[in-house]
C-alpha cells in the first residue's frame, strides 16, 4: 500500500507546522526538497504575517493567489517564484485534505481509510479531489454512487478543468477502488468492467491463425503485392483491419458459453473456463496498464489463448457468419456500442481477403457484404446533435490564440519554458483556425523540410495573395513563409503547397526565433512544434488532447482538431452560401463529393431560402431603382420641354411647373 498523507494513529494536522511534517515525511531522503518545502512554509508566514504554529489549516485552503502576489513583489530569480508556487500547492492541497470544513469528526474517521491509500499519483489523477468533495458533502464511503462521481466530474467539466483529466476520472475510479481493494467500503461503485479491454494482439494468438492475420495484413499495406488494383492501404486502414480481428478473437476468448460459437473449446466446465476468462483478464497489459501494473506473463497469455479458443486457430474458422454476426451482435446489445466504423473495417478486410493469393482454401467471405449491409445505419440527425454540442461559433474558436496570447502577457513570472509552450499552444490553433491540416500534417510540420521561408518557385504555380503580390513589387527577392507536403505526407497521395497567411506568418517569425529555441536547439530543422518533453517532437495525439483540452478551457467545449475543421468549413459554406468547391480544396480534398456528402447537408432548405429571400431583395431594390432613374429621366425631359416653351412665349406654363416640382420633391415630404 502507498505512502499515506496520515495513517489511522497520527493526529490530524491543525497548523503548517503539522502539514510541512506530513510532506517530510512522505519525501523521505529527499534533503533539498524538503529544505524547499521549509522555505516555502516561512514565505507563506512572511505572506500571513504570522508565525508558523500560529497558521492553522483553514487558512491554507486558498493561500495560492495571495502567495503568488506576495512573491511577484519580491525580485526573485526566474525559476524561483514557480518552484515555490508548486510546492506551495502541495501544501495547500494536503491543507484542503483535513481542513475543508464543515466536516464532522465522524466523517474524517469514515474516510480514514480511503485517504491513507491515496499515492501521489492517485491525487494527480484528481481521486483525492474526488473524495474530498464527497467528504464536504458530507457523505461516506458507502454511500458514494456511481452517479456522484458522474455529478462531481460535470461540476468539475463545468469549472472548465482539463478535459482529459476529468474524462479518465470518471471510468479511473472503479480502477482504484478495485485495486487498493476498497470494494467493500464502496459497495455502490461499479467494478471496472471486463470488456474494456477485451482484444488479443496477434502476438498472443495461436498457430497458423497468427501468421495468416500476419501475412493479411503485410499485403494490405505492400505496394507490389500481387492481384492489387490501385494503392496500398493506408497505415490507419490497416491497423484499423488488424484492431477488428483482435476485437473478434478476444470475443470469442470472453465468451460466457463455450458451445455459443463454432470451434470453441470442448471439455472444461464452464466454471473452469470462467476462471481462465479471469486469469487473461487479469493478465492483459492494457488492463494491468489501466490497473497501475506491469506484468510480463507473455507465455501464459498465449497458453490461455490457445486453450480458450481450442479448435478455432485458423482464419477461416475465425471469419465465418454465425461469429461474425456474434460479435456485432454483442456489440450493439451488450456494449450499447457503434457499428459504423465496423462497416467500414469489414468491407476492407473483405476486400483483401478476396485479393490476398494466400487466402485460405476454405476461406469464403461472399456473405461479408450481406452482413455489412444488415448493420443499423446511424442517423444523420443524432451524429450532427452530438457533434453540434461540441462545436462554438467560428468567432469564438478564432479568439482562443488572441486569449492564449494575452495570458502569456499577463503572466512575467512564467518561467521561459512556460512561454515556449504558450506560443507552441497559439501556433497549433492559428494553424487550425487558417489552415484546415489534419493533425498527422499539423504534428508533422518539420522546420526547413515541409514549412519553411523563401523565396517562391519558379515552376510552381502558387497563388499569391495581394500582399504577396504587394510584397513582391517592391522586392522581387522577397521571403515567404510555405508549407509543401508531398504525395507520402498527405491522406489522399495529392501535394498540398501554399503560402501561408500573412497574420500567421507573423506569428511564425516571432515564434520561430524568440520561443522555439526554447523548446528544441536546432534552429533550422526539426518539429516545428516539439512536445514538452526535451528532444521529443509532438504526437498527433498528444496535439488531439493537448488541442481539446486548451479549447476546453476557453470555450467550455471539448474541440479536437477534426472539429476545427468542421468549424472552419461551415464558417466557408456560410460565407459563399455553399460554395462546396472552395471548402473541399480548403479542406485537402481531391473533389466535392466529400465534401458534398457530409457538408453540403448543412446547405439545406434554410440556407436555400435565405439565398433566395436575399436574392429577391436584391432584385426588388434594382427594380426600384431602375423605376427611380426613369421617373428621373422624364421629369428632366419635362423640364426641357418647359424651357423650350417658356422661350416661344406659350401661355399656361405655370401650371406644368407646379406638377413638375410634386416629382422633383423628396419621397415623403409634403408642402408646408
Known amino acids: 500500500m502507498p505512502k499515506s498523507a496520515a495513517t489511522s494513529d497520527t493526529p490530524v494536522p491543525r497548523t503548517i507546522d503539522d502539514i510541512v511534517a506530513i510532506l517530510a515525511e512522505r519525501e523521505q531522503g529527499k534533503t533539498s526538497l524538503i529544505a524547499m518545502i521549509e522555505s516555502t512554509a516561512n514565505r507563506i508566514s512572511e505572506c500571513l504575517g504570522k508565525k508558523r504554529n500560529e497558521i492553522q489549516i483553514c487558512e491554507l485552503l486558498s493561500i495560492e493567489d495571495a502567495f503568488k502576489q506576495y512573491l511577484s513583489s519580491i525580485p526573485y530569480r526566474g525559476g524561483s517564484i514557480p518552484t515555490y508556487m508548486y510546492l506551495c500547492r502541495k501544501i495547500a492541497a494536503l491543507a484542503r485534505e483535513f481542513g475543508e470544513s464543515p466536516i464532522s469528526e465522524d466523517t474524517r474517521k469514515l474516510w480514514q481509510l480511503p485517504l491513507a491509500a491515496l499515492s501521489a499519483d492517485d491525487s494527480r489523477r484528481g481521486i483525492g479531489a474526488l473524495l474530498r468533495w464527497a467528504m464536504k458533502k458530507g457523505k461516506a464511503p458507502q454511500g458514494l454512487t456511481d452517479v456522484d462521481v458522474v455529478l462531481y466530474c460535470t461540476e468539475s467539466a463545468n469549472k472548465k478543468r482539463c ?23 464502496f459497495p455502490h461503485i461499479s467494478p471496472p ?61 470472453l465468451a460466457a458459453d463455450p458451445d455459443q460459437h463454432q470451434g470453441l473449446a470442448h471439455g472444461y466446465d464452464l466454471e473452469h473456463r470462467r476462471r481462465m476468462q479471469d486469469r487473461l483478464f ?45 460479435f456485432l451482435r454483442w456489440l450493439l446489445v ?154 507520402d505526407e498527405t491522406k489522399n497521395k495529392d501535394v498540398l503547397d501554399f503560402i501561408v497567411p500573412e497574420e500567421l506568418a507573423s506569428f511564425l517569425d516571432e515564434y520561430v526565433t524568440q520561443y522555439r529555441p526554447l523548446l528544441w536547439p536546432d534552429r533550422e530543422s526539426g518539429p516545428l512544434f516539439p512536445s514538452y518533453i526535451p528532444g521529443q517532437r509532438l504526437t498527433p495525439s498528444g496535439l488531439y488532447c493537448m488541442v481539446r483540452d486548451i479549447a476546453f478551457r476557453y470555450t467550455g467545449k471539448p474541440i479536437n ?75 428632366s425631359g419635362a423640364r426641357e420641354l418647359l424651357g423650350l416653351l417658356r422661350q416661344l412665349g406659350i401661355a399656361g406654363t405655370d401650371k406644368l411647373e407646379i406638377e413638375l416640382a410634386k416629382f422633383s420633391r423628396p419621397k415623403g415630404e409634403t408642402k408646408g
Open 163 to 185: 478535459y482529459s483529466r476529468v474524462m479518465k476520472l470518471k471510468g479511473g475510479i472503479p480502477w482504484w477502488v478495485a485495486r487498493r481493494g476498497l470494494s467493500s467500503l
Open 193 to 253: 468492467s471486463k470488456t474494456s479491454y477485451y482484444g488479443i494482439r496477434v502476438r498472443y494468438l495461436p498457430q497458423p491463425l497468427k501468421k495468416q492475420i500476419e501475412g493479411l495484413l503485410e499485403y494490405m499495406s505492400d505496394p507490389m503485392a500481387e492481384n492489387r488494383d490501385g494503392d496500398p492501404c493506408r497505415p490507419d486502414t490497416v491497423r484499423n483491419v488488424k484492431g477488428t480481428l483482435e476485437r473478434m478473437v478476444g470475443f470469442t476468448c
Open 282 to 326: 487479469a493478465l492483459l497489459p492494457a488492463v494491468a496498464h489501466a490497473r497501475g501494473e506491469h506484468v510480463n506473463a507473455d507465455e501464459e497469455i498465449s497458453a490461455l489463448v490457445a486453450a480458450l479458443l481450442g479448435d478455432l486457430t485458423s482464419l477461416e474458422l475465425l471469419l465465418t457468419e454465425r461469429l461474425t454476426r456474434s
Open 334 to 487: 451488450e456494449r450499447k456500442g457503434q457499428t459504423g466504423p465496423y462497416q467500414g473495417h469489414l468491407s476492407v478486410l473483405g476486400d483483401a481477403l478476396r485479393r490476398w493469393p494466400d487466402t485460405p482454401a476454405g476461406s469464403d467471405v461472399s456473405w461479408l457484404p450481406r452482413v455489412i449491409k444488415a448493420l443499423p445505419k446511424g442517423k444523420r440527425s443524432a451524429t450532427d446533435s452530438r457533434k453540434e454540442a461540441k462545436l462554438v461559433l467560428p468567432e469564438e474558436f478564432a479568439a482562443i490564440p488572441d486569449s492564449i496570447r494575452r495570458d502569456r502577457l499577463g503572466a512575467p513570472n512564467w518561467s521561459l519554458k512556460q512561454k515556449a509552450m504558450s506560443a507552441r499552444n497559439e501556433g497549433v490553433f492559428r494553424f487550425l483556425d487558417w489552415v484546415a491540416l489534419r493533425r498527422k500534417n499539423l504534428a508533422g510540420l518539420d522546420l526547413g523540410r515541409n514549412i519553411f521561408k523563401y523565396k517562391l518557385p519558379y515552376l510552381v504555380s502558387l497563388a499569391k495573395q495581394p500582399w504577396v503580390e504587394a510584397r513582391l513589387q517592391s522586392n522581387s527577392e522577397a521571403e515567404f513563409w510555405q508549407v509543401r507536403l508531398t504525395e
Open 561 to 635: 482538431p477534426h472539429l476545427a475543421r468542421d468549424i472552419g468549413a461551415v464558417r466557408i459554406l456560410d460565407d459563399l452560401d455553399g460554395g462546396l468547391e472552395t471548402v473541399a480544396r480548403w479542406l485537402g480534398h481531391k473533389t466535392t463529393a466529400t465534401a458534398d456528402g457530409i457538408y453540403g447537408r448543412k446547405f439545406n432548405m434554410s440556407r436555400a431560402l435565405r439565398k433566395v429571400e436575399m436574392l429577391r431583395q436584391r432584385s426588388k431594390a434594382a427594380v426600384l431603382q431602375a423605376d427611380d432613374a426613369g421617373a428621373a429621366r422624364v421629369v
